[in-house]
């Protein structure tokens, strides 16, 4: 299916449809959590549901994103670009923390999901690959920065190291 050019309008429906699947899915379950339960929850048709995500697979995509983003807003909250990369790399991992408590009874589910259906299927696998290997590259960034301010001596290559972390 094609994707849809998406009004404001229309990305905030998606905003919401997503907040309130996260919030049935740690309730219920993703699997109980149906589009008519959704559409009941915030007022509109199965039909407006599906326009957005014709099936759960979209939808659960999208809830990722949101979880990625959720933890991406929390984490730069606490993030001050005057602070040395050490300070920065010390804040992402206390504001990952900080996210993991402020949003475990909600995303967590979906994300423990995404874990045991990352070995089922090669889109799932995919998604969970990409949202491991963005939050690398968050870390790396971190550690290269600090090691241009000679503030790291890292004894194995940075990639490898935010492998670690």
């Known amino acids: 299916m094609k994707a849809r050019p998406?009004?404001?309008?229309?990305?905030?429906?998606?905003?919401?449809?997503a907040l309130t699947a996260i919030r049935l899915a740690a309730r219920h379950g993703f699997a109980e959590a149906s589009f008519?339960?959704?559409a009941d929850e915030i007022g509109l048709s199965q039909s407006a549901v599906m326009y957005h995500f014709p099936d759960k697979n979209a939808l659960f995509a999208e809830l990722v994103k949101t979880i990625v983003r959720h933890n991406h807003e929390t984490v730069s909250e606490l993030i001050d670009l005057k602070d040395d990369a050490g300070k920065r790399l010390l804040?992402?991992?206390?504001?990952?923390?900080?996210?993991?408590?402020?949003?475990?009874?909600?995303?967590?589910q979906v994300l423990i999901l995404l874990y045991y259906l990352a070995g089922r299927g090669e889109s799932?696998?995919?998604?969970?690959?990409?949202?491991?290997?963005?939050?690398?590259?968050?870390i790396l960034a971190h550690l290269l920065a600090?090691?241009?301010?000679?503030?790291?001596?890292?004894?194995d290559e940075p990639a490898l190291v935010a492998e670690m972390i």
């Open 6 to 17: 998406e009004t404001r309008k229309g990305e905030s429906t998606r905003q919401k449809i």
């Open 124 to 138: 799932f696998s995919k998604l969970f690959t990409q949202m491991i290997a963005a939050g690398r590259e968050r």
């Open 146 to 155: 600090g090691t241009r301010e000679g503030l790291f001596r890292l004894k």
């Open 36 to 38: 008519q339960m959704i």
């Open 91 to 108: 804040k992402h991992c206390l504001g990952n923390v900080t996210w993991a408590q402020r949003y475990r009874r909600q995303d967590a």
